[in-house]
């Protein structure tokens, strides 16, 4: 119990922490992180997923953002469930570490569903233009993403105060293996995410 406790504690505070920066926490590191996060093998289904966790993001539906990540509610659940009896249910490393996958993800589609919708207009064209690997090995993939405002009242400007008219975003698409299935992680970096939060956008073009 007193493990269990000591797990939500910081978890709680992780998140917290997370709050307080306005950004979700940064991918932990470690080896089982590695070794159980792979890159998308294949380039264009990955892209077809991550266009279709940002429109669910731009329409504001947690169901489809959820949908896209290969997420149920019933998983996050049993995965917090399990979490807060972890000695009862005599979890793995590798088992526990599926659960905290699952919560963040979960956390990830509150927060930028929440945080995102002012850049993602729901009159805006949300295109994934490039995806390369990245890490070493490479372990994710960084979707460039252009998003082009179709009015200038909708759009965005940027710190300087003009009104932008397109805009590239670098969206990181993580796979995980759990064992109920391959789930799909769509994040910002965190430096990536203060660059967004201070409207220091890559501009491609202004109205």
Same mark, same amino acid.
């Given at each position: 119990?007193?493990?269990?406790?000591?797990?939500?504690?910081?978890?709680?505070?992780?998140?917290?922490?997370?709050?307080?920066?306005?950004?979700?926490?940064?991918?932990?590191?470690?080896?089982?992180?590695?070794?159980? &996060?792979? !890159?998308?093998?294949? @380039?264009?289904?990955?892209? *077809?997923?991550?266009? #279709?966790?940002?429109? %669910?993001? $731009?329409?504001?539906?947690?169901?489809?953002?959820?949908?896209?990540?290969?997420?149920?509610?019933?998983?996050?659940?049993?995965?917090?469930?399990?979490?807060?009896?972890?000695?009862?249910?005599?979890?793995?490393?590798?088992?526990?570490?599926?659960?905290?996958?699952?919560?963040?993800?979960?956390?990830?589609?509150?927060?930028?569903?929440?945080?995102?919708?002012?850049?993602?207009?729901?009159?805006?064209?949300?295109?994934?233009?490039?995806?390369?690997?990245?890490? &070493?090995? !490479?372990?994710?993939? @960084?979707?460039?993403?252009? *998003?082009?405002?179709? #009015?200038?009242?909708? %759009?965005? $400007?940027?710190?300087?105060?003009?009104?932008?008219?397109?805009?590239?975003?670098?969206?990181?698409?993580?796979?995980?293996?759990?064992?109920?299935?391959?789930?799909?992680?769509?994040?910002?970096?965190?430096?990536?995410?203060?660059?967004?939060?201070?409207?220091?956008?890559?501009?491609?073009?202004?109205?």
């Amino acid at each position: 119990m007193r493990n269990a406790v000591r797990l939500i504690i910081v978890v709680v505070v992780a998140a917290a922490v997370a709050a307080c920066n306005g950004k979700p926490a940064d991918q932990p590191a470690g080896k089982v992180q590695a070794e159980q &996060t792979t !890159a998308p093998k294949d @380039v264009a289904a990955a892209q *077809v997923r991550a266009t #279709s966790f940002l429109t %669910a993001l $731009q329409a504001g539906d947690k169901t489809k953002m959820y949908q896209a990540a290969n997420l149920t509610p019933a998983q996050v659940t049993a995965s917090r469930d399990k979490l807060i009896h972890i000695k009862q249910n005599k979890m793995t490393d590798a088992q526990r570490l599926d659960c905290e996958r699952v919560l963040k993800i979960s956390g990830d589609v509150d927060f930028y569903a929440a945080k995102l919708r002012k850049i993602l207009a729901p009159t805006a064209t949300i295109k994934i233009t490039q995806s390369a690997p990245a890490g &070493t090995p !490479a372990s994710h993939l @960084v979707h460039t993403v252009s *998003v082009t405002y179709s #009015s200038k009242t909708d %759009a965005v $400007q940027d710190k300087t105060g003009k009104t932008v008219k397109e805009l590239k975003l670098p969206l990181q698409q993580f796979d995980h293996p759990v064992e109920a299935g391959d789930v799909h992680e769509f994040a910002f970096a965190g430096t990536d995410f203060e660059k967004m939060a201070t409207k220091d956008f890559e501009v491609v073009s202004y109205f």
